[in-house]
């Protein structure tokens, strides 16, 4: 009997599994055999800049379809040296690789600070990272990740990234589960999208409403709320709230509980 092998990936087939009975073609007698790596644990993350400082946060959920693993797993990620790490990683996905992910790219960090005598900068970090998503452009790190720091005139810095490498800078952005609900929200009280200034005029003359820089505690507080209301709607948000405020002095970290139904 001639034995076919298939390395397409079901998206049926969550987590790792040999599908060998459920792509069986009984009418011609083959067996086909497909293997899956990937599976998506749930959760979500955001992060908002500010003038001078940004702030990323994430859910401690995780989860695997309707089961949950474990209600205590970051998705924030300190990046370099303890002592004067000013950049963090967020990761949404699949948890082994987010950890993968992380591991490598401190690395990279700690061996440029005991290279060069200084820390990266988040653009060169933000590069770097976009190298390393590219090299495993065929079997990629199933997660979208977040980097966050200071630039060098002190600014808040947010970089988003695709599971292959491309990143651009954002002033805001959220991944994972609930991202579809968290964005609209980001966006009306973020990016001001669609919004006018009344006063400017009537009709074709209203003019968009210009930018406001946001306060270190309005935007804690954007975050507490966004986060709250995905929790009511979405299964695989909540337990408990990771937030990490970056600024000059270092990074500063704080929990927040969640629902947990």
Do not use: W
């Not at 009984?26 to 086909?32: I, R």
């Not at 964005?183 to 006063?199: R, S």
């Not at 709250?228 to 990490?244: F, K, N």
């Amino acid at each position: 009997m001639a034995s076919i092998s298939n390395y397409a990936m079901p998206q049926e087939q969550p987590g790792y599994s040999f599908a060998g009975s459920a792509a069986a073609s009984h009418s011609e007698g083959v067996k086909q055999h497909a293997f899956y790596p990937y599976t998506d644990n749930g959760g979500s993350t955001l992060a908002i800049s500010g003038d001078d400082f940004a702030i990323l946060a994430g859910d401690t959920r995780m989860t695997s379809g309707y089961n949950i693993h474990t209600r205590y797993q970051p998705k924030l990620f300190k990046i370099g040296d303890e002592e004067d790490s000013r950049i963090v990683l967020s990761v949404v996905g699949y948890a082994a690789d987010g950890n993968a992910l992380k591991e490598r790219l401190d690395v990279i960090v700690k061996m440029y600070k005991y290279q060069h005598g200084k820390t990266i900068s988040i653009k060169a970090c933000a590069q770097r990272l976009s190298t390393i998503l590219y090299g495993k452009r065929f079997f990629p790190y199933y997660v979208h990740a977040i980097l966050g720091g200071l630039d060098e005139d002190g600014k808040g810095a947010l970089y988003s990234y695709d599971p292959v490498g491309s990143y651009e800078r954002e002033q805001c952005r959220a991944a994972g589960a609930a991202s579809s609900l968290i964005m609209p929200f980001l966006d009306n009280q973020v990016n001001y999208k669609n919004q006018y200034d009344p006063t400017s005029g009537e009709g074709h003359n209203l003019q968009p409403r210009g930018f406001e820089a946001l306060s270190q505690d309005h935007v804690v507080a954007l975050v507490k709320d966004a986060f709250t209301s995905a929790t009511e709607r979405h299964i695989e948000v909540g337990d408990g709230l990771q937030m990490m405020i970056i600024k000059k002095d270092g990074i500063h970290e704080t929990f927040t509980p969640l629902k947990r139904d």
